[in-house]
T-cell receptor, first 110, second 109 residues
Framework: EPEVTQTPSHQVTQMGQEVILRCVPI?????FYWYRQILGQKVEFLVS????????KSEIFDDQFSVERPDGSNFTLKIRSTKLEDSAMYFC????????FGSGTRLTVV | GIQVEQSPPDLILQEGANSTLRCNFS?????LQWFHQNPWGQLINLFY???GTKQNGRLSATTVATERYSLLYISSSQTTDSGVYFC???????????FGKGMKLTVNP
C-alpha cells in the first residue's frame, strides 16, 4: 500500500532555531496537508497545499511557518524560529480518496 | 466550524470483549475517517466511510450521514487494539479534516 514518508522521525532543537520537516507524499496525490498534535491533545489542521500554493491555513500557521514543494516529490514545513510551544508531533498527509497520514515527526524544542 | 464529538472518552475492556465507539458531527460531510493512533504515535487509517457500512476483519464501521453520526465496532478485542481512536470529518465545501478529541481504549489481557 502506498505510503506517505516523513523525515526525521524525531528532532530536538534549541528554541529560536529553524527546523525543516520533510514529507514525501503519495506520488499521484494532488492535495497535501500538515497537521500537528501537541502531546495528549487532538490533531489540529495547520495548512493545506494544492497546485503549488497554500489553499487554506489555520490561525496556528503564522508567519513563523512556511511550506514548500521544492521538487516533484518533496513537501516541506519550515518553522523559522522555534518556540517551546511548537513541541508537538507533526503529520503530513496527502489525499485522493481519504487522507493518508505519514508516521509523523516528533519535534521537541528545548 | 464543524463540531466532532466522540464517546465514550475512555474505555477499558478485557481481551475478547466487544465495543462500540460513537462519533457525532454537527454538519453535512463528504468525508469521514476512523483512525487508530498506536503507542508510537502513528495514525493508522481504519476506514474511509462517508456513508454506509464497511468491514475489515474484527472491525466494522457504519456512517449514517443523514443523522450525522458514525459507529466503529471492535469485536473480540485484543491487547494490540489499545490506543487512541479518532474520528475525523471533512465538511462539505471544506478541504480539511477536523478531528474529534479521540477515545482512549485499553484492552487488558
Amino acid at each position: 500500500e502506498p505510503e506517505v514518508t516523513q523525515t526525521p522521525s524525531h528532532q530536538v532543537t534549541q528554541m529560536g532555531q529553524e527546523v525543516i520537516l520533510r514529507c514525501v507524499p503519495i506520488s499521484n496525490h494532488l492535495y497535501f496537508y500538515w497537521y500537528r498534535q501537541i502531546l495528549g491533545q487532538k490533531v489540529e489542521f495547520l495548512v493545506s497545499f494544492y497546485n503549488n500554493e497554500i489553499s487554506e491555513k489555520s490561525e496556528i500557521f503564522d508567519d513563523q511557518f512556511s511550506v514548500e514543494r521544492p521538487d516533484g516529490s518533496n513537501f516541506t514545513l519550515k518553522i523559522r524560529s522555534t518556540k517551546l510551544e511548537d513541541s508537538a508531533m507533526y503529520f503530513c498527509a496527502s489525499v485522493v480518496d481519504g487522507y493518508t497520514f505519514g508516521s509523523g515527526t516528533r519535534l521537541t524544542v528545548v | 466550524g464543524i463540531q466532532v464529538e466522540q464517546s465514550p472518552p475512555d474505555l477499558i475492556l478485557q481481551e475478547g470483549a466487544n465495543s462500540t465507539l460513537r462519533c457525532n458531527f454537527s454538519d453535512s460531510v463528504n468525508n469521514l475517517q476512523w483512525f487508530h493512533q498506536n503507542p508510537w504515535g502513528q495514525l493508522i487509517n481504519l476506514f474511509y466511510i462517508p456513508s454506509g457500512t464497511k468491514q475489515n476483519g474484527r472491525l466494522s464501521a457504519t456512517t449514517v450521514a443523514t443523522e450525522r453520526y458514525s459507529l466503529l465496532y471492535i469485536s473480540s478485542s485484543q491487547t494490540t487494539d489499545s490506543g487512541v481512536y479518532f474520528c475525523a470529518v471533512e465538511r462539505i465545501g471544506s478541504e480539511k479534516l477536523v478531528f474529534g478529541k479521540g477515545m482512549k481504549l485499553t484492552v487488558n489481557p
